[in-house]
């Protein structure tokens, strides 16, 4: 009898380990899942900083030239012929100024569902490797922004603005990302960063 219950007692298995069974893989998965789930219901605006105040402003700007052209055109039924074109470029803007608050606070979406797989040693130099990569590949976009808006030619169809302001402004939000990356790089690497997920596990 106590062999018996010994064999019935569910042992708990190291999900990063090789002869871990597919069966515990899945549930480590489910329950980070579950964990960002949890994360992702509770809006956290402790860590807010003065520098998200542009994030909130291009949104509500944004929002008042969505809504600008909704009314014209089916209320008024005289569309503002700008607000489409406008709207488009606020779009782009929040898109790249938002992305510097996420790297700040670690919420890019990412897949990390194989470093489950991994051993500490192994997972952290892999994530202090995916850091600088981010951060390279951030920088070296930047510097392609800034030229693409140096030979950007021309002005935007319905206001008398150059496009190169687009431009630039997409480059200095990648470069706001690439010293955000550099400065996890450097936190992780001095072992100051926590070896945990921050965005979505997927599998």
């Known amino acids: 009898m106590p062999a018996m219950q010994n064999s019935q007692t569910p042992t708990l298995v190291d999900p990063r380990s090789a002869s871990a069974p597919p069966e515990d893989i899945h549930q480590e998965v489910d329950e980070l899942f579950e964990q960002w789930q949890e994360e992702e219901s509770h809006v956290d605006l402790s860590d807010l900083r003065w520098s998200d105040a542009l994030v909130f402003a291009i949104f509500w700007i ?52 194989l470093l489950i797989y991994l051993p500490r040693g192994a997972r952290h130099w892999t994530l202090v490797a995916v850091d600088g ?41 990648l470069a706001g990302v690439t010293v955000h990356a550099s400065l996890r790089f450097l936190r992780r690497l001095r072992g100051r960063e926590a070896d945990a997920p ?3 596990a997927l599998d």
């Open 133 to 173: 990569l981010v951060a390279l590949f951030c920088g070296a976009m930047a510097w392609y922004a800034y030229r693409l808006g140096a030979l950007a030619p021309g002005y935007m169809v319905s206001i008398d603005i150059p496009k190169s302001y687009i431009y630039w402004a997409v480059s200095a939000a």
């Open 62 to 113: 944004l929002f008042g030239i969505v809504f600008l052209q909704f009314f014209t055109r089916y209320v008024l039924n005289n569309s503002l012929g700008w607000t489409e074109e406008i709207a488009r470029y606020f779009l782009i803007l929040i898109t790249f100024v938002g992305s510097v608050t996420a790297m700040r606070k670690g919420s890019h979406i990412a897949v990390e569902a």
């Open 198 to 200: 921050h965005g979505l």
